[in-house]
C-alpha cells in the first residue's frame, strides 16, 4: 500500500488489514476518532507506540504530554504542522 492508497481508504467506514496496529491507529485518526487511535497507540509499548501516542496528544493540545512521549520515542516535537506530521509517520510506517 502507497500514502494515496491509504488516504482513499480513509473514505470505508472498514479499515484495511494492516500487520502494523500503529497504521490502524493512524488510519482511525486520518477518519477523526482520536479517542479509537489512541486507544491503540497507548498499547504499543515502543519508540513508534510514543510516537503516534505523542502526535495524538499534541493534535489534543496537551503539548506538556506530548513532550513527554515525544521523549519517550527519542525524538523532539515537530515545528512543522500536524497534516505534515501525520503524513510523515503514515509513509513510515507503510515503508517499515
Known amino acids: 500500500m502507497d500514502f494515496s492508497t491509504f488516504q482513499t481508504s480513509l473514505q470505508s467506514t472498514t479499515p484495511p488489514s494492516f500487520s502494523n496496529s500503529l497504521l490502524l491507529a493512524l ?40 513532550d513527554y512521549w515525544y521523549n519517550r520515542a527519542g525524538r523532539k ?7 505534515q506530521e501525520w503524513r510523515e509517520m503514515v509513509e513510515w510506517f507503510l515503508a517499515h
Not at 486520518?30 to 495524538?56: F, T
Open 27 to 66: 488510519w482511525h485518526e486520518g477518519r477523526g476518532d482520536w479517542d479509537a487511535s489512541h486507544n491503540i497507540a497507548q498499547d504499543v509499548h515502543s519508540k513508534e507506540g510514543s510516537w503516534v501516542h505523542a502526535y495524538l496528544h499534541r493534535k489534543e493540545g496537551d503539548i506538556w504530554n506530548a
Open 77 to 83: 516535537r515537530p515545528s512543522y504542522g500536524l497534516e
